[in-house]
């Protein structure tokens, strides 16, 4: 069985974070680890509070797990704190994993930031030079780039100033657009979109947890990087789909929408949603 790790937030709620990536891993047939780096109090509709894990637990929680299993692909999310970011890229460099995916978070959907504004410095120096592919927003890429994203080809200028600042593939992904959710994808020569319908709901929570996660899984699956983003669009649209509404506020996606369709039903004779 492949083994992909996250390193993220954990969402209390069960939409985002840690527990939207080890349950995107389990609909992908890959074995799920997780490093927490902060224990959010959140749920569908908002941030209560939050508290950061220690740079050096962290760091331990990774060493654990590299010292024991070999891991195929990493996912890696929230990076609250400068410090944090610093102790996840030093512990990276020195395991070097294959196939670390970086999504760049910054706010959680209802607006609550989840990285500190000043840590942007350090995401440029010390964390975008080890990812294998970055995957931003919109509102992360323009901070990130410094610029304004307002249409397509603005979104492939910022994904070009990115790959500058030394990762090797850029996803800027156009969920905060206007009009169809197309997502650019830049590997430093050629642009590649992805694109689906919008689906008219307000139960996005995890999109781009899930999105990241089901990326990370397909490469290492051993699956080239464009298939890769090509079968995480995918599922993210199908899980977006049928979604659920579940909680008061942005509801979360079905990770297993597929699967529980195709197996679970047939072998219990549940009827699932
Ligand atoms: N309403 C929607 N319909 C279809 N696809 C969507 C929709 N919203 C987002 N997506 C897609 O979901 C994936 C995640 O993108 P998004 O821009 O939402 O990520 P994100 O902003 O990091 O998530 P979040 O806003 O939850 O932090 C992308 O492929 C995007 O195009
Ligand atoms: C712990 C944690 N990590 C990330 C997100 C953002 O979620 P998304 O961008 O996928 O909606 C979140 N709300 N909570």
Redesign the pocket.
Known sequence: MKKVLSIAGSDCSGG?GIQADLKTFSAHGVFGMSVIVSVVAENTSRVIDLQDIRPDIIEKQIDAVFEDIEVDAVKIGMLPQPECMEAVAEKLKQYAPANIVI?P?M???NGCPLMNPDAIDTLIKTVIPIADLL?P??P?AEKISSMEIRNVEDMKKSAMAIHEMGCKNVLV????AAGS???ILFDGNEFYA?D??????KN?????CT?SSAIASNLALEFGLQEAVRQA?EY??IA?QHSLSIGKGHGPTHHFYELYQNGLKKETGITRQ
């Open positions: 985002a999504d978070v706010y959680a959907k995957t927003n919109i992360e992904k156009g969920g905060h959710a197309l997502d992805f689906a319908q919008r689906i008219e709901t996005t929570h995890g999109t781009g999105y669009k993210v649209t977006i």
